[in-house]
């Protein structure tokens, strides 16, 4: 177990160095010049100012050089300065992610809390309606686009029934209620995509085990069907469950994109596409390096719960 | 807790229902496509200040947008661009992926390995955060988008073709074609090729719908084509900020592009039993 936990680990720190390497050189495969970005207008009249400014930068350095002061630098906990504000890029990130992290972290638990038991009805109820509109539901959530389910969510519950607010952000510590009011929609937009995974694996992972013998054997000493479902079928079926919960988590982190757009939400990716469209180099590196560090950390515990749930994992043997 | 033989046949009929619904759908909204300038006499830049934000009427069957354009109008203009942009972008990913996923397979031995691992990694990346970077800085515009999209996708079927291609090469028949003197290249074509097609044609499906999720997404954040051009995403994201005036405009894109990535999925799961039973679970 531990030599899994370790070997893991350390795989994961060489990806993050891959990750960080890529970061570091997007700054400089993209066209436009970070210069120009701090100079503005006068960039072109002025050849001094720009060499000053690239000096202060340290962009007139080779590329390995600026890559290991850059790279000590994010080890020190210091990602620079925003372009557009001056403010450390560091201090943002600290703000931001917590609210991203919110919003997948209630995404997935939606996704799981109405996912399971739906793909559990579709499987047992296969043949019978109640099993087709289980399945319907599930694929329809898994093809519903972010945007559409959270359009329909806000048509509901803010313009219709006038239950939740249909955008914002307020911070936790002024208003708890309010806080929570606003991570409602985008949470369940989120996870509604996702719920359709979980339930579609359920179904299909469920079918699979409920043909097994060791099934059939409980119910021949007298379990009930519930019973033999609960305590022999789902366990086993959830296995790889649980793994495509992993593999797509980072899709979720990816909604984030489009939710918190759809529903003003200051986290991490709307930080993003700000500074990518302000050119905020700094902000923009800080954002990927965040995002790739995030993805990371996700995979990492999935594959140790998942170790933990499942032993075949950790010994390779399949 | 087999299903009843009845049960069964009820069942693929119903299924057969829904695959045919789908495919009817796509083949209509297809047809409109193509023939848009035949059959939609509305202009889709037409602007029309008196008469914004409507909900259907005679003159607009789908209502008009924020500037009073014609909805109906747009969403069919819109559909040509979200859907050459998947199809093209399925295009460019298949072909890279299936290329270099067969090349790997056959002329890099040692490299092999390494180079699997290089596209586990693509695979992981989360696509939208590379696709927003990539496309701020390049200009969102129609031929951006196809290329973006492509080249991030194509590790999905490189992965699959090599898969696919390692599979085939370990077959009898193909061994006994080696030791009769096959070449590489020979194999490539008789063998390998002809016998993945089924599995990239699947592959392919989904890709179609994740392609065209990306450029909806993208679009709606405005990295996509430019205005007044229309796409499915950048309608939504430009109408979503009147839904509180008129939620009609809104819903029309939004329950377009629902009905299209629905109708795909179905038809790519079909064809995903159809053609692959093995890989059903």
């Keep these: 177990m531990h030599r899994f936990v370790a ?11 891959l990750a960080s390497i890529v970061v570091f050189l997007s700054i400089h495969l993209l066209p436009g010049d970070p210069v120009v970005m701090v100079l503005g207008e006068q960039a072109g009249a002025d050849p001094m100012a720009v060499a000053r400014v690239r000096a202060e930068l340290g962009l007139d350095l080779p590329l ?20 557009r504000s001056g403010e450390p890029v560091v201090a ?9 992290l919110e919003i997948i972290f209630g995404g997935l638990v939606a996704a799981v809390v109405f996912g399971i038991p739906l793909g559990t009805i579709a499987a047992r109820d296969r043949g019978r309606v109640s099993g087709l509109i289980a399945s319907i539901v599930a694929i329809a959530g898994f093809s519903a686009p972010v945007f559409v389910s959270g359009i329909i969510l806000v048509l509901i519950f803010s313009l219709w029934l006038g239950l939740l607010p249909s955008s914002g952000y307020v911070a936790l510590d002024d208003d708890p209620l309010t806080h929570f009011a606003c991570l409602v929609l985008p949470c369940v937009a989120i996870g509604i995509n996702f719920m359709g995974v979980v339930a579609r694996m359920t179904r299909s992972s469920l079918i699979d085990t409920l043909s097994k013998d060791y099934v059939r054997m409980a119910r021949a000493k007298g379990l009930t069907r519930g019973q033999a479902m609960t305590r022999h079928a789902l366990p086993n079926a959830l296995v790889p469950v649980i793994a495509i919960v992993g593999i797509r988590a980072g899709n979720l982190l990816g909604g984030t994109v489009i939710v918190e757009a759809l529903f003003d939400w200051p986290g991490l990716s709307s930080l993003l596409v700000s500074a990518c469209f302000a050119r905020d180099y700094p902000v ?26 499942d032993p075949r994992v950790r010994t390779g043997t399949k | 807790m087999a299903p009843q ?14 695959v045919l619904t789908a495919a009817t759908a796509l083949g209509f909204l297809a047809a409109l496509s193509v023939s848009a300038p035949i059959l939609i006499a509305a202009d889709p830049l037409a602007i029309n200040p008196s008469h914004v934000l409507a909900s259907p009427d005679l003159v607009h ?36 992926g299936v290329i270099s996923g067969v090349a790997i397979a056959f002329f890099s031995p040692r490299l092999e390995s390494a180079m699997m691992r290089i596209i586990d990694v693509l695979v992981s990346l989360p ?11 390049l200009g969102g515009s129609f031929w951006a988008l196809i290329g973006t999209i492509g080249v991030l996708y194509f590790p999905q079927f490189a992965r699959v073709a ?14 006994a074609a080696v030791s009769l003197g096959a070449g590489r290249l020979w194999l490539i074509r008789r063998e390998i090729l002809p016998n993945m097609r089924s599995v990239i044609a699947v592959q392919a499906s989904f890709t179609f719908s994740f392609a065209m999720l990306l450029e909806a997404g993208l679009s709606f954040l405005g990295l996509g084509v430019h205005p007044p051009t229309p796409s499915w995403g950048q309608m939504i994201g430009t109408l979503k900020d009147y839904i509180f005036i008129n939620p009609w405009p809104v819903l029309v894109p939004s329950i377009v592009l629902f009905a299209v990535v629905l109708s795909i999925n179905v038809l790519g799961d079909w064809l995903q039993d159809r053609l692959n039973p093995e890989l059903r679970r």
């Design chain 2, 61 to 96: 069957p789908l209502g008009t947008d924020e500037l009073g354009r014609d909805l109906l109008a747009r969403v069919v203009y819109g559909g040509r661009v979200s859907l050459t942009v998947a199809a093209a972008a399925v295009l460019i990913a298949g072909t890279l």
């Design chain 2, 5 to 18: 033989p009845q049960t069964t046949v009820a069942r693929v009929r119903r299924s057969n229902a829904a």
């Design chain 1, 92 to 100: 943002e990130l600290a703000r931001r992610i917590p609210r991203s």
């Design chain 1, 64 to 83: 390995p050089t600026q890559f290991v002061r850059w790279a000590s630098a994010v080890l020190h906990g210091d990602l620079g300065h925003s372009l």
């Design chain 1, 7 to 17: 070997h893991r680990f350390v795989s994961s720190l060489i990806t993050m160095a």
């Design chain 1, 284 to 309: 923009m590196q800080g954002c990927l390096l965040s995002i790739f560090a995030i993805f990371i950390v996700i995979s990492l515990l999935i594959d140790i719960a998942q170790s933990i749930v």
């Design chain 2, 162 to 175: 090599y898969g696919m291609a390692r599979s085939i090469r370990a077959r009898d028949h193909v061994t």
């Design chain 2, 127 to 137: 696509e939208i955060f590379v696709a927003i970077v990539v496309l701020a800085f």
